[in-house]
């Protein structure tokens, strides 16, 4: 099951679970300032003022810090030390935050043995909390039981779904077969609809009917839909549904009138300038923090390959619109690595890139200099990202709707980013296409700014480098 949250879906479990991590945080910290102030909570007040100020402050940086490793996403595949790697990661850099602000704000400041103390403490008890929703997340009390109507090519895209976290918010009962429709879905999984629809969904308790027929235009079950609606049951559109439940649009079952009369696909002037307003303020914040990374990495350029060497690689990329631009990046391969002029896909294991390239890829410094083509306006800090004329040439031949994509300012990390390693032919950029056209119908601030705090994994856990 699902709840929408600034124009976002979200699982409800994940929402229970970040609820009671406020909880755990809290607890972890009232624990803390006990042992060092005993007497109970008034006598922690009585020596060190209002408990809840230093809260305020603890919770949600270390809430933020768990979405930054990947910690509140649906589709982490990290085992049981990798979870266990990034929680300890994720409460170290969040107490770190912590001391930095109550250095900031002395007035809210408590002592480095408080704040270790629930450090440790926190580690434990978030540990705890997520080998308890790893055991109980996928239980059916956290989800929809769904029919679909359509048993046809369309209908399949449902029973196809395979991943885990595609499958997180419902339960599958069944098909039910239109009139005169073809079944490609297994036989045993169509549901006899003979007495109606709305009996059927009451005899099986289901909560969501899927429309996915494969031609409207025959037979559609108007009465029917009508009576499931009127008595509470959710009737959603197949496309709808796919997006909500994966966080793409599939263009196997896209059609034009969705994109046409569909919610979405906005951008209003507020939200053209929340978009610019967050890439100059993040962009300025980013060069303020990390120049001496850029420093380092020009000498160590520069050692490798010699002082004549380039630093930075220009190359030409496709923008809002269609319209080229260069985009920068730090040199990671050979001066020759594309000296016949022909453009190429990176592999894996590229023997075209240098010792300093292969670092600075895996830690991401080589995307660095984008900030300036993000300054000068011909990127977004979140946005799809940008690919060479002649691959833009290819794809647009061989994907539907893949110019779309150009309908927004590309970025420097985006939703597709965080949710497809790599992309390197022509199927890689047909799955990512799907995810970047999620964002451009979906995309606010506040998706943004989920986007940014989530890259951070990508960055420290170097996921999808190549």
């Known amino acids: 099951m699902r709840f929408r949250f600034f124009g976002q879906y979200l699982h409800l479990s994940i929402g ?14 009232l624990f803390a300032a006990g042992i060092r102030f005993s007497g109970g909570l008034p006598s922690i007040e ?23 490793f990947g910690l509140y996403s649906a589709r982490q595949r990290a085992r049981t030390f ?12 969040g107490s770190a935050a912590v001391a930095v602000l109550f250095y900031l704000i002395p007035d809210v400041a408590v002592g480095r043995g408080i704040l270790a103390s629930a450090a440790i403490l926190s580690v434990a008890l978030i540990s705890l909390s997520r080998a308890v929703f790893a055991r109980y997340a996928d239980e059916e009390l956290f989800k929809r039981r769904i029919l679909v109507y359509g048993c046809g090519q369309r209908a399949s895209a449902v029973a196809q779904l395979r991943r885990r976290a595609d499958r997180r918010g419902f339960v599958l009962i069944g098909f039910v077969k239109p009139h005169g429709e073809g079944c490609t879905v297994p036989p045993e999984r169509t ?3 003979a007495n109606g629809l709305l009996p059927l969904v009451e005899q099986h308790d289901i909560d969501e009917v899927i429309v996915a027929m494969d031609d409207r235009r025959r037979a559609f079950p108007i009465r029917d ?21 994966t966080g793409r649009v599939r263009i196997d079952a896209l059609n034009p009138s969705w994109m046409i009369f569909g919610n979405g696909f906005r ?23 990390t120049w001496p990374f850029m420093l380092v990495t020009t000498l160590a350029i520069k050692v490798e390959d010699g002082w004549d060497a380039p ?7 496709v923008g809002l619109g269609g319209a080229t631009f260069r985009l920068l990046k730090f040199r990671s391969m050979r001066t020759d690595a594309e000296g016949d002029g022909q453009a190429r896909w990176a592999e894996r294991n590229d023997p075209r890139i240098t010792c300093v390239g292969r670092v600075i890829r895996k830690l991401r410094i080589d995307e660095l200099p984008q900030i300036l083509n993000v300054l000068r306006g011909h990127m977004s800090f979140v946005g799809p990202r940008p690919e060479r004329p002649e691959f833009v040439r290819e794809l647009a031949e061989k994907v539907p709707y893949y110019v779309q994509r150009h309908c927004v300012r590309p970025g420097i990390t985006g939703w597709a980013q965080l949710c497809y390693q790599y992309g390197s032919s022509a ?40």
């Open 16 to 29: 229970l679970l970040a609820a009671v991590d406020c909880v755990l945080f809290a607890a972890a910290f």
């Open 191 to 193: 549901l006899d609809a």
């Open 427 to 466: 199927q890689d950029a047909l799955e990512k296409l799907q995810y970047d056209l999620y964002y451009i119908k979906n995309n606010s601030l506040f998706f943004d700014l989920a986007i940014l705090v989530q890259t951070a994994e990508v960055v420290f856990m170097g996921k999808g480098a190549r």
């Open 46 to 68: 009585a020596s060190a003022g209002p408990i809840w100020h230093r809260l305020v402050i603890f919770i949600p940086v270390m809430i933020l810090c768990l979405l930054a």
């Open 225 to 245: 839909l009508l009576e499931c609606r009127l008595a509470g049951v959710e009737v959603t559109e197949l496309l709808t549904f796919l997006e909500r439940e």
């Open 311 to 317: 630093v930075l690689y220009g190359q030409e990329r």
């Open 82 to 93: 990798g979870i266990f790697l990034r929680v300890v990661s994720a409460i170290a850099i």
């Open 267 to 289: 951008r209003d002037p507020v939200r053209l300038f929340s978009s610019r307003a967050l890439d100059i303020i993040a962009s300025s914040l980013i060069l303020a923090m």
